[in-house]
């Protein structure tokens, strides 16, 4: 099993723009294409309630997030034709999230840093 010592979780939600669930529904296996082969990428899955759209993804370290948002950037600029951030969250260690905090700040994510848990 993968470690998960660095493990940094995102947690992005979107609100849909009305009548644009199917056009984002559509779109949503081009991100999983373009994910499927990043190497220190552990989980990526969406899931929909109504007209909001969860991101549940998880990375290696603060580097792998880095990649996987130059990755699938084309595909994140036209969700965001169709949609809006409404809330992005980042967990992870402190020293993960140092790495995060200046490439990220314009989207205004809540920080959670890890304090303690299990790992398997």
């Given at each position: 099993?993968?470690?998960?010592?660095?493990?940094?979780?995102i947690?992005?939600?979107?609100?849909?723009?009305?009548?644009?669930?199917?056009?984002?529904?559509?779109?949503?296996?081009?991100f999983?294409?373009?994910?499927?082969?990043?190497?220190?990428?552990?989980?990526?899955?969406?899931?929909?309630?109504?007209?909001e759209l969860?991101?549940?993804?998880?990375?290696?370290?603060?580097?792998?997030v880095?990649?996987h948002?130059?990755?699938?950037?084309?595909?994140?600029?036209?969700?965001?034709k169709n949609?809006?951030?409404?809330?992005?969250?980042?967990?992870?260690?402190?020293?993960?999230?140092?790495?995060?905090?200046?490439?990220?700040?314009e989207?205004?994510p809540k920080?959670?840093?890890?304090?303690?848990?299990?790992e398997?």
């Open positions: 099993m993968k470690s998960t010592s660095h493990m940094v979780t947690h992005p939600y979107f609100k849909i723009h009305p009548g644009k669930v199917d056009t984002v529904k559509a779109s949503l296996p081009a999983v294409n373009q994910t499927t082969p990043e190497s220190k990428n552990l989980f990526y899955a969406f899931t929909l309630d109504g007209d969860f991101c549940r993804e998880g990375y290696m370290d603060g580097d792998a880095l990649t948002l130059a990755n699938v950037q084309v595909l994140l600029d036209e969700l965001l949609s809006d951030l409404i809330r992005l969250e980042i967990h992870g260690p402190s020293a993960e999230l140092e790495k995060l905090k200046e490439p990220l700040a989207l205004k920080w959670f840093v890890h304090q303690c848990g299990v398997r």
